[in-house]
């Protein structure tokens, strides 16, 4: 089972904007076009991207993964001010200000938020967390930093796993450069989905011919200041990386299904997201 070219989404002020619609399942469904996109952070659209976004492509959600430093710092971008589109800010670290209040979901309908676990404190013109973490295991430092964000947050990826699976259009997921933490997200809503785990690889693979445009995106912001100035050491987005991490939630976490189980996840919620990913017709 393989993945083909990829169904980039060109956007005048976005990079790295994809369709994950076309991927295969292992009982012969395919994943429905224009029901879950992925992207780098959207805090620079144009009047145009807006359009082909909600006018085109149906986009009616929008799960940003940034933490509230980012949002704040960074703007949370011209989505958030359109009437027919809902935003759920799921930070997948510990949100937590100088006056340790807690970022909630910015919008209606988003899972109740559970007490958060101890984590890296994120201070308004502090390091963002990835910046200043350290991670040394048997698995490599990033597949320990992508464990960490359900360690951390298993509230945001549940309630970033129920918005993709509401009916009624599209859902743009994205953090900032839509590699790490929108990685994440799309891996384990397409494992759920039934998308057999080198498709799910190969799709996360994909990011990686945008890392120059991915750059440049977070060149425009203060915020990212370790990346852009030090490209060559982000961990390259490739195949064996994700199937790293999945191999993992399996050996450590008993797998995908199991760790959404013991944080609330459903049996309704995974048909309901099945309802809402898969066309069966292929």
Known sequence: MTVGSANWIQLEGGVNARDVGGL????GGVIRSRVLIRSANLG????ADV????????????????????????????LH????????????????????????????????????????RVEPSGPLP??????????????????KYLEHRPDSIV???????????????????????TGVVVALALTVAGVAREV??????HTQSQITAIVGHLARSDLYGFEVGQPEKIPPASAALMEAVLEAID????????????????????ERLRATLLDERG
Not at 44 to 47: A, G, S
Not at 62 to 73: A, F, G, I, Q
């Open 130 to 147: 990835w910046q200043r973490e350290r991670f040394s295991t048997e698995h490599g430092p990033v597949v320990a930093a992508y464990l």
């Open 44 to 47: 620079h659209l144009t009047d």
């Open 159 to 181: 309630a970033a796993l129920r918005a993709i699976a509401e009916p009624d259009g599209a859902t743009v997921v994205h953090c900032a450069a839509g590699k790490d933490r």
């Open 251 to 270: 050996s450590e976490l008993g797998g995908v299904p199991a760790w959404l189980s013991r944080h609330g996840w459903t049996d309704a919620d995974t």
């Open 51 to 78: 359009q082909h976004l909600i006018g085109d492509l149906g986009v009616r959600r929008v799960v940003d993964l940034r933490t509230d430093v980012e949002v704040d710092r960074d703007g949370p971008g011209a």
């Open 81 to 120: 001010a359109q009437p027919d589109v809902v935003i759920h800010h799921l930070s997948l670290y510990p949100d937590r200000t100088t006056s340790d209040q807690t970022a909630t979901a910015r919008t209606e309908g988003a899972a109740d938020r559970a007490e958060l676990p101890p984590g890296p």
């Open 200 to 205: 799910i690889a190969a799709d996360y693979a």
């Open 24 to 27: 295969p399942t292992v009982d």
